[in-house]
């Protein structure tokens, strides 16, 4: 089993920034995929980006393309997303997961086999 963990939510106003990050732990290896997601009250969980197991390669939805950066050190099994110029619609609880060994990166939220518990994002004007 995997465990997430996210951590560095909270509160900024609009054009602000935020790090997050995702510590995993358990039976985990560094040379998986992993991804973000984000879920606002009412809407369905929503990819954000995602990274192969190296970092060499990574994939963000069109949305925040330009304005967020994923990135991982596979020396501490943690990924991170770092969030510039926030929006008001950025605001959601956002999600870690993971891929199982041997996967490559995907946008596709059925596609990952571990969450972690969410982190909340709160963008106000």
């Known amino acids: 089993q995997v465990q997430l963990v996210e951590s560095g939510g909270g509160l900024v106003q609009a054009g602000g920034s935020l790090r997050l990050s995702c510590a995993a732990s358990?039976?985990?290896?560094?040379?998986?995929?992993m991804g973000w997601f984000r879920q606002a009250p009412g809407k369905e969980r929503e990819f954000v980006a995602s990274i192969n197991w190296s970092g060499s390669s990574t994939e963000y939805a069109d949305s925040v393309k330009g304005r967020f950066t994923m990135s991982r050190d596979n020396l501490k099994n943690t990924v991170y997303l770092q969030m510039n110029s926030l929006k008001l619609e950025d605001t959601a609880v956002y999600y870690c997961a993971a891929r199982r060994l041997g996967y490559g990166l995907s946008t596709t939220r059925n596609e990952y086999d571990y969450w972690g518990q969410g982190t909340q994002v709160t963008v106000s004007s």
């Open positions: 358990g039976r985990t290896n560094s040379r998986t995929a």
